[in-house]
Nanobody, 121 residues
Framework: QVQLVESGGGLVQPGGSLRLSCAASGSIRSINTMRWYRQAPGKQRELVAGITSGGSTNYADSVKGRFTISRDNAKNTVYLQMNSLKPEDTAAYYC???????????????WGQGTQVTVSS
């Protein structure tokens, strides 16, 4: 069984910073791309940032220059450093990863349970 567990969400004032973490655990052979998504109330889930196993990154236009995605392959963990936060960044943030378990070469899609980020004064 594979689990993704997020942490680091909370309440922060506009202009502040938060760092989200997502740790994958279980019978993991390999992790391909890891991503952060977010979903605000009444809106569709949207891709925030992604990072490949080799370290290539991509970002939504709305967060470029403010958010940084990184990963520690030895710890099976992905991070999202969020700076200069705005009220419109308020959402539930979800971790996603393409993971291959031991005993198979196939990659499956896994989601974390989500962590709430609220940006408000």
């Amino acid at each position: 069984q594979v689990q993704l567990v997020e942490s680091g969400g909370g309440l922060v004032q506009p202009g502040g910073s938060l760092r989200l973490s997502c740790a994958a655990s279980g019978s993991i052979r390999s992790i391909n791309t890891m991503r952060w998504y977010r979903q605000a109330p009444g809106k569709q889930r949207e891709l925030v940032a992604g990072i490949t196993s080799g370290g290539s990154t991509n970002y939504a236009d709305s967060v470029k220059g403010r958010f940084t995605i990184s990963r520690d392959n030895a710890k099976n963990t992905v991070y999202l450093q969020m700076n200069s936060l705005k009220p419109e960044d308020t959402a539930a943030y979800y971790c996603h990863a393409d993971i291959s378990r031991w005993g198979t070469l196939m990659f499956n899609s896994y989601w974390g349970q989500g962590t709430q980020v609220t940006v408000s004064s």
